[in-house]
């Protein structure tokens, strides 16, 4: 065990929001508080943490090689900043291996060619090998038409994972109240994705999000994106930890206009001093097409903060 005196204190000056800590991070009483390579999202995380002093072992290594810290004058939206690369980890496992809890949050998606319409749905229940019950989407307070038959992409959240699979919907009842009954599907995909380079930006994006058993619509920015994930900023609170999001916004790459609509789940939620709510988000898995489109622009922008 390490001498008090090897522990010094940590100026709120040397900790960058959105980007890796260098070092790991403890409290006065020397009780970890936080991993090397953990990512403060937020000025109100950052000043709830520093409260009661944070300290770092001065044993335990300088900075991480290309984490080093940039100066104040890097605060415009071309600033980037390094992470570790982007790890994905990819699995298949039965339905019933999954802890889900019924009322837990589902994401369904069409499948309808050039379709993007995303809904959100509660799980009520399910029974191995018969069908996966849920209730009835909803948009802005209405229901939406379902057939029997209908293909849909099923993608929900659960430990540390994001989860989807491929289901047919095969009944649709109004009583006693709207619900679907799924197909139950013969394997589920299971993807972890590790936030990786981090870029500032002003993105304005469209966020659909769950509301109780509705799918609601709102504006929001998109103030530093990752290939692993992104800050979003909205005046509005759009979701709780583990909630899972839909993401419609533009990107410009060698002048080359891209439209994304990516899946992302809550990881943290605060809100700063000027009443706007900060969504922590982790993309839930990205089609190849966009994540290299994505990993082209946040790598443009790190170049253009280079330069």
Not at 53 to 81: C, F, I, K, Q, T
Not at 167 to 180: E, I, W
């Amino acid at each position: 065990m390490m001498e008090p005196t090897s522990y010094i204190p940590i100026p709120k000056s040397e900790i960058d929001i959105g980007r890796p800590l260098p070092w790991s991070v403890y409290n006065g009483d020397r009780q970890l508080l936080l991993k090397r390579g953990f990512v403060i999202e937020t000025q109100a995380q950052l000043d709830g943490l520093s409260e009661k002093g944070l300290y770092r072992d001065s044993h335990g290594g300088g900075d991480v090689g290309g984490m080093s810290r940039r100066g104040g004058e890097d605060s415009g939206s071309g600033a980037g900043d390094k992470g570790k690369s982007d790890q994905t980890t990819e699995r298949s496992v039965s339905l019933d291996e999954i802890k889900l809890n019924i009322g837990d949050p589902f994401q369904i998606q069409t499948q309808v060619e050039q379709s993007e319409n995303r809904y959100y749905v509660k799980l009520i229940g399910y029974l191995k090998g018969k069908s996966v019950l849920v209730t009835a989407p909803q948009f802005e307070g209405n229901l939406c038409y379902v057939k029997e038959g209908q293909a849909f992409v099923v993608r929900f959240f659960s430990g540390k994972n994001a989860y989807a699979f491929t289901s047919n919907v095969t009944r649709v009842s109004n009583v006693p109240y709207p619900h679907v009954h799924l197909s139950y599907p013969s394997q589920v995909k299971g993807l972890v994705v590790r936030a990786g380079e981090r870029v500032s930006t002003k993105i304005i994006c469209a966020v659909s999000a769950p509301e109780d058993t509705k799918t609601v619509a709102a504006p929001g920015v998109l103030t530093n994106i990752s290939v692993g994930g992104a800050l979003l900023s909205a005046r509005k609170k759009l979701g709780e930890k583990n909630d899972l999001l839909a993401i419609k916004f533009r990107v410009f790459i060698r002048e080359i206009e891209f439209y994304m609509t990516i899946d992302a789940t809550v990881c943290s939620v605060a809100q700063d001093e000027s009443g706007e709510f900060q969504h922590g988000l982790r993309f839930a898995g990205l089609a190849n097409d966009t994540a290299i489109a994505l990993t082209a622009y946040v790598y443009q922008k790190l170049a253009e903060s280079a330069a």
